[in-house]
Nanobody
Framework: QVQLVESGGGLVQTGGSLRLSCAVS????????MGWFRQAPGKEREFVAA????????YYADSVKGRFTISKETAKNTVYLQMNSLRPEDTAVYYC??????????????????WGQGTQVTVSS
């Protein structure tokens, strides 16, 4: 059984930092990319960042470029999202996802083969 388990969410002040983790169990994703989406109350789910598992190539939404960094640790089968310079508009539930589609399609398609349960990030002003 494949599981994606997120952790690391919480409450932080504007300008602060958080690091989210997504631990994968049940299979390896050598031909997949893994990424993060977020969904704020009353809004659609939106793409945040993705990383290609086989070579570490990354892809970001414009809204987080320069502030967020996605990375992977192969030995731990874990993906991270380092979030710096957080803003109130970053407040959302953040979901980890895994899917084989090309990185360039992650912003257009919000469908993924596997999802985590989500972790809440709240940025206070």
């Amino acid at each position: 059984q494949v599981q994606l388990v997120e952790s690391g969410g919480g409450l932080v002040q504007t300008g602060g930092s958080l690091r989210l983790s997504c631990a994968v169990s049940g299979r390896t994703f050598s031909n997949y990319a893994m990424g993060w989406f977020r969904q704020a109350p009353g809004k659609e789910r939106e793409f945040v960042a993705a990383v290609r598992w086989k070579d570490g190539i990354t892809y970001y939404a414009d809204s987080v470029k320069g502030r967020f960094t996605i990375s992977k640790e192969t030995a731990k089968n874990t993906v991270y999202l380092q979030m710096n310079s957080l803003r109130p508009e970053d407040t959302a539930v953040y979901y980890c996802a895994a899917d084989p589609k090309p990185l360039s399609r992650w912003a257009q398609s919000h469908e993924s083969d596997y999802w985590g349960q989500g972790t809440q990030v709240t940025v206070s002003s």
